[in-house]
């Protein structure tokens, strides 16, 4: 690979350990406990317990049903400690198994099996946390061949202190493994290209194989490496060639694109590889497939509709013919179809098919500034070093890192999924690499460049550590911390993690009650002691456990018996009577109206909740077309909100029981939107770590809101 210029060593000195292998490792372990750290007092953000027993059951039932869109690698690596430890697992003989039903499986595994979901989360984290101090390592590394010593380590430290990377390092998702990865394959083809060895050649396969394992969007290197291809072709310089003692040099420019086409397919061969690898070698993604076993979606949906850039019928090809696992193949097709429309939210707005802008503007509010004034620096010292050496030769070592990162905020802008800026998670590394220019002042004769670069360094450090450990509701002083949720939500903002914080806020606080909660997540608000009413959330039916509308077999020969324990224990239903289904009777418990209304109290409202975005009936701004089902939704079920246990049960008889779950789960939604339409208009009284509202209401304000 191309050696730029290094500056001359500084031998038999301080500053050589200062900035050495040995103090980067260092900074790297205590990167990797910070991250731990600030996940101690977290619950699980919304995808971490699906891509974890996802990943447990590729390890311990050799089945690859759960998952397969979330990349293997991630998956495998977070459940691996779990797969270890001595938790149970869920049965693969129940209807949720077979049928793939991820979210239940996950909540029922780490929140209902009498597991240690803290200890579970912790050890799933801790290992996931590895790639992220791996890519740490590179971005120091290449650093350090690009700019030496002293670039490499603000490069590193400018990594270390990001809270994006803080706050997504050690998550069980696969976001940072495609931020590896994607990096790794341009540092590993970039080295082929310019000495091509079978160490070369292999190891580069391998780290290619490791990103379409990590991440669908892998196929966006692909016009990396064809770009960078031509860029070295471009360049002309001989192309030397080794296999154990045989040594070649290649002048010409059509043997060198030759020889770059047969290393192109061998690391398609690898790639390929190691994606069979990832999957048992097995085409079948069912280890022991029972007639009825399906994914949690068809086939016929994920290639319902060929896509612009893959069409779908291509991946029914590879499948007809096993070319790759099916697992792979699924994953592939179903993440197309996903991605072609998705419910956003970005600055008061709603939408499906995303905004050119919202990657950009959340680069620009959660990147924080002192990041900007050393990008700045950076390429103030790389203009300036210009004058001195050759341009192009200067800026052909860094290539790789402009083309990667070109190549993917042109994905980023034209994309249609806007849910979080994780999504951005693999243009700050090699951004980072390049800041390590930034090191030509110091020592040099401008000072005060040199006072402004360590000014900068040392102000990152400080907002970073006043921020812990809330980082993913990180942003910069462009937009208010506390009014971030008037601009971004979901995995930006609020993500599912904050449930500790509203258990220690009611615990705190008793006299506010009743509370009230409305939660973006799929961890249990009953497994962290959130003492709180549950309101219609996005995690439902998990996240509130008991239903509504309960329905309780009753023995026969003991119905009086069973229903008079009803009424003793059942304090929180009344009963509605029995009903006959089959040949077995069951009694109807409803619950009582204290708990369906919404009284004055304290509520606690999800940021992502709070926006219009994950309502499936209401979704958007508040109109009068929603108003108008609001009312009649309203009457329909006011006999069931009555205090009266005896005239609700009346009134009961006048339902049928199969409609009265949805008619109260509409209601409640269209409840909750109309709410939250009033709450958009005033401040919160306080927010729990910027990502939950905090509401204080009186019933004159709920009247306004909802009457």
Request: charged letters at 15%.
């Amino acid at each position: 690979m191309l050696e730029p210029p290094k500056p001359e060593p500084l031998a038999g000195t301080g500053r050589d350990f200062l900035t050495g292998p040995a103090i980067a490792a260092a900074i790297l372990l205590l990167f990797w406990l910070a991250m731990v750290a600030s996940l101690r007092d977290k619950s699980l953000t919304y995808d971490e317990g699906m891509y974890a027993v996802a990943g447990c059951s590729y390890w311990r039932l050799g089945d690859y049903r759960l998952s397969p869109e979330a990349g293997l690698l991630p998956q495998r690596l977070a459940g691996l400690p779990l797969a270890l430890g001595p938790y149970k697992f869920p049965s693969p003989e129940s209807s949720d198994w077979r049928h793939s039903q991820l979210s239940a499986l996950a909540y029922n595994w780490f929140y209902k099996m009498g597991n240690n979901a803290q200890r579970m989360a912790a050890s799933g984290r801790a290992a996931c946390g590895v790639l992220a101090v791996l890519l740490g390592a590179l971005v120091w590394a290449w650093s350090r061949q690009l700019f030496g010593p002293k670039g490499a380590m603000i490069s590193l430290i400018l990594y270390v202190l990001n809270p994006t990377i803080l706050a997504n390092g050690a998550l069980m998702t696969s976001d940072m493994a495609s931020a590896l990865f994607f990096l790794a394959v341009c540092w590993g083809w970039w080295a082929v290209l310019h000495r091509m060895s079978a160490g070369r050649l292999l190891g580069s396969g391998l780290l290619a194989g490791g990103l379409f394992v990590s991440k669908m969007s892998a196929v966006l290197i692909i016009p990396v490496v064809v770009a960078l291809a031509a860029a070295r072709l471009i360049d002309g310089r001989p192309l030397p060639l080794s296999c154990g003692r045989w040594h070649r040099e290649i002048s010409s420019r059509a043997r060198q694109g030759f020889a770059f086409a047969i290393a192109g397919v061998v690391h398609a061969v690898v790639v390929v590889a190691v994606i069979w690898a990832f999957s048992g070698f097995r085409f079948a993604a069912f280890s022991h497939p029972v007639p009825g076993d399906s994914f949690l979606h068809t086939w016929d949906y994920a290639l319902n509709e060929p896509h612009p850039t893959l069409p779908d019928h291509a991946v029914a090809f590879m499948r007809r013919h096993e070319l790759l696992p099916e697992t792979w193949l699924f994953g592939f097709a179903a993440i197309l179809r996903r991605t072609e429309s998705r419910p956003a939210f970005w600055n008061g707005a709603c939408g499906e098919t995303g905004w050119p802008g919202f990657f950009p503007y959340t680069f620009l509010v959660k990147t924080p500034l002192a990041v900007f004034g050393v990008c700045g620096l950076a390429l103030g010292a790389g203009w300036l070093s210009w004058k001195t050496r050759p341009r192009t030769r200067q800026f052909y070592a860094t290539l790789p890192l402009w083309v990667f990162s070109a190549a993917y905020w042109l994905a980023a802008i034209s994309s249609h999924l806007n849910i979080g800026h994780r999504h951005l998670l693999p243009v700050y590394a090699p951004m980072f690499v390049l800041c390590g220019a930034s090191a030509g002042w110091l020592g040099g004769r401008f000072r005060w460049a040199s006072a402004a670069l360590c000014g900068l360094l040392v102000l990152l450090a400080a907002e970073t550590a006043w921020r812990f450990p809330n980082y993913l509701a990180y942003f910069n002083g462009i937009v208010r911390p506390a009014d971030g949720y008037r601009h971004l939500v979901d995995s930006s903002l609020d993500w599912g993690q904050e449930l500790p914080a509203a258990a220690r806020t009611i615990e705190q606080h008793p006299e506010a009650g009743p509370y009230y909660l409305s939660y973006f997540g799929m961890a249990s608000p009953q497994y962290f002691g959130v003492a709180a009413r549950m309101l219609y959330s996005f995690g439902l039916p998990y996240t509130r456990e008991k239903p509504d509308l309960e329905l309780t077999k009753l023995p026969a020969g003991r119905i009086g018996e069973e229903m008079g324990r009803l009424q003793r224990e059942e304090t929180t239903y009344d009963l509605m009577g029995v009903v006959p289904i089959g040949n077995d009777v069951y009694a109807v418990s409803l619950k009582n109206a204290e708990e369906l209304r919404l009284a004055a109290g304290t509520y606690l409202i999800s940021a992502t909740m709070l926006q219009p975005v994950y309502y499936p009936g209401p979704w958007g701004q508040w109109n009068r077309r929603y108003e108008a089902v609001y009312r009649q939704l309203q009457k329909a079920v006011q006999p069931l909100l009555a205090f009266d246990p005896a005239a609700r049960a009346q009134s009961f008889k006048r339902y049928d029981i199969d409609t009265v779950i949805p008619l109260l789960d509409q209601f409640e939604q269209y409840r909750l939107a109309r709410l939250t339409a009033y709450l958009r208009q005033r401040e919160p009284d306080s927010t729990l770590n910027d990502a939950i509202l905090v509401y204080h209401l009186t019933d004159a304000d709920l009247a306004r809101a909802l009457d």
